[in-house]
């Protein structure tokens, strides 16, 4: 097995390969998933046949996603495009963006996957190639590019990751966000920051699609929030894996955070959507501007893209949902769609309104931490 190159946060092991494409489409806001997503048994994954597309030896994937999610990726490419190696630079949205930013004169990244959100708009239209995937045209309407260079491959449906014994100890059960008031959860509940985290971005969103945009309803919770002392984390990976270690009793996070910790055997965390409502965001991959890989990175899009790609890529996780509207892989960690309440987002209200809502965020954090 080859080592990913870590840079930035923590990093881990593996090795890999790349693919390739082109097309655009729009956007609007994000309901419910794709129903490639809904539990079931566990198909075998598919296994894509290799390429025989000649795209370079090297890939450097800038990426904010877990570990397993980078394995069934990684995996998946190489089967595909076993000569090309992949490394890794793992690290947060904030991290990875602004890095890419600095290195514009010089690109030393190909591909960033992960903590790129619908919600961005052109906040990032400067570092990233404005190039679509061959396969556009198939990813369900809601979820297609409102931007024309984000790929929008996989969604992000905001959860809650509960610790049960410490829930069981504390005598509470944790529905949904009344119950995040609870006194008894004061100091036991974590967050990341929305200002660098775009998990906590998500997670805002959902607040406000749950009690009105910019509503007094969302502002009086996320103040009773702040006022039951609230952790904000460094890293979004904290707000379940501290939660798993029993550090916090609930994390206020996303599926694909939650659902890995279920996949690998955990027995005292569970996965809580809201009672009030969850939505999810779109994110996805992009092609940096000057990539020096430029037909590795396109291809590696073409295959997180593809029906055929998610299938493959979708069933060796089990823990993500995705956009290809001819995906059809099935996966038990994840509950049905019926099974979830889901609220709309207003997905351009969010864009537009992001720095203001963190602006506001910033001040009422300030003024309650002093």
């Keep these: ?34 129903p490639s997503s809904d539990a079931g048994s566990p198909a075998p994954a598919p296994t894509p046949e290799p390429a025989t597309t000649d795209i370079g030896k090297s890939l450097v994937l800038y990426s904010s996603m877990t570990e397993n999610d980078l394995n069934g990726l990684i995996e998946t490419f190489n089967e595909m495009y076993p000569d090309c190696e992949v490394e890794v630079v793992n690290g947060s ?31 990032h239209k400067d570092i990233f190639e404005h ?12 979820y297609q590019s409102n931007n024309g260079f984000y790929n929008l491959d996989h969604l992000s449906t905001c959860v809650f990751c509960v610790n049960t014994d410490l829930e069981k100890e504390l005598g509470i059960e944790i529905k949904g966000y009344a119950d995040l008031l609870d006194p ?8 990341s920051d929305p200002n660098s985290s775009s998990a906590a971005w998500n997670n805002v969103c959902n607040i406000m699609s749950v009690y009105g945009n910019d509503s007094d309803e969302a502002w009086n919770f996320i103040e009773g929030l702040m006022k039951n002392k ?30 890995p910790l279920l996949k690998s055997g955990a027995t005292n965390v569970r996965m809580v959507y809201p009672e009030e409502g969850t939505s999810a965001s779109a994110f996805g991959c992009a092609v940096i501007k000057g990539a020096p ?26 823990t993500l949902r995705m956009t290809n509207s001819k995906a059809t892989f099935e996966t038990p960690y994840l509950p049905k769609t019926a099974d979830v309440k889901w609220v709309d987002r207003d997905v351009e209200w969010c864009t537009e309104n992001k720095a203001a809502v963190l602006e506001k965020w910033n001040t009422l954090w300030a003024s309650i931490n002093g």
């Design 1 to 34: 097995m080859r080592k990913f190159l870590a840079i930035l946060m923590t990093l881990s092991i593996v090795a890999a390969m790349s693919a390739c494409g082109g097309s655009p489409a729009p956007a609007s806001p994000a309901p419910a998933p794709t």
């Design 230 to 259: 609230l952790t904000i984390s460094t890293s979004s990976s904290v707000c379940f894996k501290s939660v798993e270690t029993g550090e916090y009793a609930v994390g206020l996070t996303y599926e694909d955070g939650v659902a």
């Design 93 to 123: 949205a904030g991290e990875l963006t602004a890095r890419i930013t600095a290195e514009a004169g010089n690109p030393q990244g190909d591909i960033m996957w992960g903590a790129l959100s619908n919600s961005d708009g052109d906040t």
């Design 293 to 318: 890989h430029p037909e590795a990175a396109k291809a590696m899009v073409n295959l997180l893209m593809s029906a055929e790609g998610q299938d493959a890529i979708g069933s060796k996780l089990g």
């Design 184 to 191: 008894k959860l004061n100091g036991k509940i974590v967050f």
């Design 131 to 142: 190039w679509l995937s061959d396969y556009e045209a198939d990813i369900i309407p809601t």
